[in-house]
């Protein structure tokens, strides 16, 4: 029995045993010591550090003017804003007066009856303020529900296409020709040419690529195709998603690709577009912001113009990501937040402080009218990029606010990297032939997200 318990004793505290539970309570005592920021005032929650700096003189402004009524703000990592926003929604447990999150998070809590979201309702009081009226309409879509707007948008986010200006000029084409797609990659042409003798094009006319799914998503977003219906129920196996996946594969597989895939936001991706080994990128607002930080060497070399229509007198923007401000429905203190969220999304020192900082235009309409919008910008060879995001922002298309959103996003990826991978196999290139594949695709993806809903009884009800 006693060498039993020596044995098991032994077994639990050997050396290794006894060096990891001497580091346990030595890190657990210095974490439980160090000084813990207590936040005061009425919480409000945000995840974007760019906007937690850009608040903060606001906020301080509004706590003097308002001793009754002060605001603290807590940046979160989005994850943890996410799992603390949606447990309290469900749970009752506290959550943040204010809560300031992009679409992916906001739209998961849309998942059971309206009645019982988290997000306070604001339709009425948008309407009957004149708040609606004032704000680019397409920017409350992904926040607005079964007809129940229960965000207060932060942004835009329209697409221009930034290209190579240094390069196309210096080769004499004139980007004025083009109005459609084909008009580009025609008139881009003379680009795509092996001039060093290397085997390879000394420049690809575009980024994208079979892991590009936010390329997809813009472009079809554009040609005005959609993945779910009025009701938010799935509707990606449609024609005009399998013509963008098809046309699309024909841009970068194939003997004749003329596109290749440039990663976004890594080293060498910034070397890659540095040394224009891709010739146009589709730009939001946000991207042109941080390709500033990011990639300065860039500054003087390029140019932004209206993305190439799919058809002629066609769209010439798309849009990408987004961000709103929402109320707890259970909070004391909406009256009071709702007057904040005016101070802060209203206002014009704001909209040129991320303008200026970020690139990102406000969603205000009342604003845009801002001498600030004009100002030519170094960076992108002097062109006034303000004023043309605007001039696109009213046409931006409208996006769901389905919780199945990002699922649905996964499935449109997918559906592209397998349908890259038939298009190779069989050496198919041509887009009628692939356009009947990637639509068997989409509904084969659509059954599995629709049996996946099918399960949520609660949506289900509300939309037979």
């Given at each position: ?5 020596r ?16 580091i346990?309570?030595i ?7 160090l000084p813990?920021?207590?936040?005061k005032?009425i919480?409000?929650w945000?995840?974007a550090?760019v ?6 003189p606001?906020i ?5 003017q ?5 605001y ?18 469900l ?7 204010v809560?300031?999150t ?7 809590a849309f ?5 019982e ?6 339709t ?40 190579r200006?240094?390069i ?8 004025s ?36 799914a ?13 993945m779910f ?10 024609d ?27 080293a ?15 730009c ?11 990639n300065p060497?860039l ?6 113009m209206p993305?190439p229509?799919?058809k002629?007198g066609?769209r ?23 007057k ?17 900082t ?16 004009d ?29 199945y ?29 692939l ?17 996946l809903?099918s ?8 939309h037979?």
């Open positions: 029995m006693i060498k039993s318990l044995s098991l004793i032994g077994r639990f505290l050997s050396p290794g045993a006894l060096v990891i539970t001497t346990a309570i890190t657990s005592a210095i974490v439980a010591s813990t920021k207590e936040v005032g919480p409000f945000l995840s550090s906007h937690y700096e850009a608040y903060q606001l301080e402004e509004w706590n003097q308002h001793p009754e009524s002060q603290g703000m807590t940046l979160l990592h989005a994850r943890a804003l996410e799992r603390r926003m949606l447990s309290g929604f749970s009752g447990t506290p959550v943040a007066d809560i300031e992009h679409l992916a998070i906001s739209s998961k998942l059971g009856p309206i009645e979201v988290g997000f306070a309702d604001l009425e009081r948008l309407h009957r303020e004149g708040i609606y009226e004032q704000i680019n309409a397409p920017s409350f879509t992904p926040y607005t529900s079964r007809g129940r707007i229960f965000g207060l948008p932060h942004d835009v986010h329209p697409v221009l296409l930034a290209y200006s240094d196309v000029e210096a080769a004499g084409i004139d980007v020709q083009i109005e459609t797609w084909e008009d580009y990659f025609r008139v881009m042409r003379p680009l795509f040419r092996d001039n060093d003798g290397d085997g390879k094009p000394d420049h690809y006319l575009m980024t994208a690529g079979d892991t590009r936010d390329v997809a998503s813009m472009l079809m977003l554009q040609a005005g195709g959609s219906d009025e009701n938010d129920r799935p509707n990606f196996a449609n005009i998603n399998a013509e963008v996946l098809a046309t699309l594969t024909t841009w970068f597989t194939g003997p004749d690709a003329t596109c290749t895939d440039v990663p976004a936001f890594t060498s991706g910034h070397r890659q577009r540095l040394e224009g080994f891709v010739i146009g990128t589709l939001p607002d946000w991207m042109a912001g941080s390709w500033k930080i990011e060497g500054s003087g070399k390029l140019k932004l993305v229509a799919w002629k066609g010439r923007t798309s849009v990408a990501g987004g961000t709103m401000m929402g109320f707890y429905k259970h909070s004391a203190h909406i009256e009071e937040s709702w904040l969220a005016k101070h802060l999304y209203l206002s014009p020192k704001l909209a040129e402080h991320m303008f200026r970020t690139t990102i235009i406000s969603p205000v309409k009342t604003l845009w009218p801002s001498g600030f919008y100002e030519p910008d170094p960076f992108f060879s002097g062109q006034p990029v303000g004023r043309m995001y605007i001039e696109q922002a009213p046409d931006v298309p409208p996006r769901p606010s389905s919780p959103n990002d699922i649905a996003g996964q499935s449109f990826a997918s559906v592209l990297i397998a349908l890259s991978q038939y298009a190779n196999r069989n050496n198919i290139y041509d887009v009628p032939t356009k009947v594949e990637a639509l068997r695709l989409l509904q084969q993806q659509q059954g599995i997200l629709e049996r809903i399960r949520n009884l609660f949506l289900t009800k509300e037979p």
